[in-house]
């Protein structure tokens, strides 16, 4: 026999039909019989009616439809058209090939392992770090502080630092006002980086700049709106 079931072609052939040796009734899913990469027969029970395994594949077609994720284990051509597909990761794998969604993150553990992976080295290349944000400012014109062993600057200009495992870099300058107080070299560093698109905050206690990545959530306002809340020295 052959019937559709939501967008599914089932064929049934009994134990007594010439076309099936298996003592079960055999069926076929849009066309396939058996299943890769062994090429074992697709077949219901011994002594299973075909109305039996008929209502059993139907029932097992409806609870894949009615589930919001496509199982890795379960082949392709189970599914309605265009909804699952050979997950292409698999595909240069020495293990079977698995599906996922379409259009959908695949769920197969290997695959949301690298997939893990991938979003922190992604996280990692959009990091910030001291030198390469000191690297923006020297070829702006701006001078990095010379420092001595002890990292204390011994001449005019910005010092930047990694800080929170470079989720963020801190940028002073050398001749502090203290605390509460942002001198003149520092705001102008603000100003620039925060034109350049970086999301640029002023630290609690005023006196240092704390840069974020482009485009990331921050902390505190953003300048120049975070300047009302310390005093930027006089000119
Ligand atoms: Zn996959």
Request: charged share 25%; glycine share 10%; net charge positive.
């Amino acid at each position: 026999m052959k019937t559709t079931h939501k967008g599914r072609t089932i064929e049934i052939r009994s134990p007594h039909s010439p076309h099936n040796r298996y003592g079960a009734p055999a069926y076929g899913i849009n066309g396939v019989w058996k299943t890769e990469p062994t090429e074992s027969p697709l077949l219901g029970r011994p002594g299973q009616s075909t109305a039996e395994l008929l209502d059993e594949l139907k029932r097992f077609i409806d609870q894949l439809d009615a589930e919001p994720n496509v199982r890795h284990t379960t082949y392709v051509w189970w599914y309605a058209p265009g909804r699952a597909e050979i997950c292409p990761r698999s595909k240069n794998r020495v293990s079977a090939e698995h599906t996922k969604g379409v259009g959908a993150p695949c769920t197969d553990p290997g695959c949301r392992r690298e997939a893990a992976l991938e979003a922190q080295r992604r996280a990692r290349r959009t990091g910030i770090t001291a030198a390469s944000l000191a690297s923006v400012l020297t070829r702006a014109g701006y001078v990095n502080a010379e420092k001595h062993w002890d990292g204390v600057a011994k001449s005019a200009g910005f010092m930047a630092s990694g800080e929170d495992r470079n989720r963020r870099v801190a940028v002073l300058w050398s001749k502090s006002l203290g605390p509460g107080r942002v001198c003149a070299e520092l705001a102008e560093i603000a100003d620039f980086l925060a034109g350049k698109g970086y999301r640029v905050e002023v630290t609690p206690a005023a006196g240092a700049l704390w840069v974020f990545p482009k485009g990331s959530a921050g902390e505190r306002p953003v300048w120049p709106a975070g300047r009302d809340g310390w005093a930027a020295e006089e000119k």
